[in-house]
């Protein structure tokens, strides 16, 4: 519908109070809560996604977006009901411990939101038995952690391993990223995927999640 694509057109232009409106009036027609999500807000955030996987858009573009979309959410978060399925899964996110960095964390859980995915964002310097009893307690799909100092990288391996001492290695996926961590580091330490921008995280969670 019209309206729909005009949700999605004024959330890539980062546009929140338009997208609030709008969201507004998609509900007094009728709508339901689950399709403004999916088809207006989620469909451009989506779109934010790939043109900044391209380079056609930076930071501060995707910032805007994010926040359109959370003012169309809050809008429709008394209509959508626990039976809704709307959420692509839950991730739990952080930057490992002894770890003080989070601008790269935190776009990924910006855009790990704006994919459609619950997300539970610890903050940095989290332990290995934070990450694992979160993940475990909330029913994750999925552990995202960062680093940026090669000194704390091993707190990655140390939560796969402890994921694995506690048999949730098949149930819960890990995906690892940050400057100094590689494709390669991440096969060492078993991780089930790599992420080198927040964009390619993004994408290997989709996948870990099928």
Do not use: W
């Not at 930076?58 to 009901?81: C, D, K, N, Q, S």
């Not at 704390?152 to 890990?174: F, H, N, Q, W």
């Amino acid at each position: 519908m019209e309206i729909l694509s005009q949700i999605a057109s004024e959330l890539q232009r980062g546009a929140d109070d338009e997208v609030r409106t709008l969201t507004k009036s998609a509900l007094e027609q009728s709508l339901e809560a689950g399709v403004i999500l999916e088809e207006g807000l989620l469909a451009g955030m989506q779109v934010v996604g790939e043109r900044f996987r391209a380079h056609e858009v930076f930071l501060p573009e995707v910032l805007l977006a994010a926040r359109a979309m959370h003012a169309g959410v809050e809008i429709l978060e008394p209509h959508l009901g626990k039976t809704d399925a709307h959420s692509r899964g839950k991730v739990v996110i952080g930057t490992v411990q002894g770890d003080l960095h989070d601008i790269g964390k935190n776009l990924v859980g910006i855009m790990l939101s704006g994919a459609g995915f619950e997300v539970i964002d610890l903050g940095k310097d989290v332990s290995p038995e934070q990450f694992v009893e979160t993940a475990r307690d909330s029913g994750a799909d999925v552990i995202g952690m960062s680093a940026l100092l090669t000194t704390t990288m091993p707190g990655m391996k140390k939560v796969i391993a402890l994921l694995k001492e506690r048999g949730l290695d098949s149930s819960v996926r890990t995906v690892v990223g940050g400057a100094p961590v590689t494709e390669k580091y991440a096969r060492e330490i078993g991780a089930d995927s790599y992420g080198f921008d927040a964009a390619r995280a993004v994408e290997c969670v989709k996948e870990l999640v099928g």
